[in-house]
């Protein structure tokens, strides 16, 4: 199984920006695809981006469109979340998360490797 830490949380001024870190230990990394989740108080757990394995190809939520960017670095065994013009609405705990299905899926339950999350505050 693969290991998740993410990294690079913190608190900023709305319509600042935040790059998001997690990396991943144990078995191959390029075997996984790779997603990011958000959880804020009292909600679910939602999705934000995904990312295929090769990352040739990305989704987001309609929420972070424009704003957010995913990428990976396979040789580094890492995958990032660049946030920008951010709003408090996007104050959560941000999980990474991994599985080896190809298929692309929003739900949380289809990702069966988690990290520990960071927590991003927006101030109005």
């Known amino acids: 199984q693969v290991q998740l830490v993410e990294s690079g949380g913190g608190l900023v001024q709305a319509g600042g920006s935040l790059r998001l870190s997690c990396a991943a230990s144990?078995?191959?990394?390029?075997?996984?695809?790779m997603a990011w989740f958000r959880q804020a108080p009292g909600k679910e757990r939602e999705f934000v981006a995904h990312i295929s394995r090769s990352g040739g190809t990305t989704n987001y939520a309609d929420s972070v469109k424009g704003r957010f960017t995913i990428s990976r670095d396979n040789a580094k065994n890492s995958v990032y979340l660049q946030t920008s013009s951010l709003k408090p609405e996007d104050t959560a705990v941000y999980y990474c998360a991994a599985k080896m299905a190809v298929i692309f899926g929003t739900r949380a339950e289809e990702y069966p490797y988690w990290g520990q999350g960071t927590q991003v505050t927006v101030s109005s």
């Open positions: 144990g078995r191959t990394f390029s075997n996984y695809a």
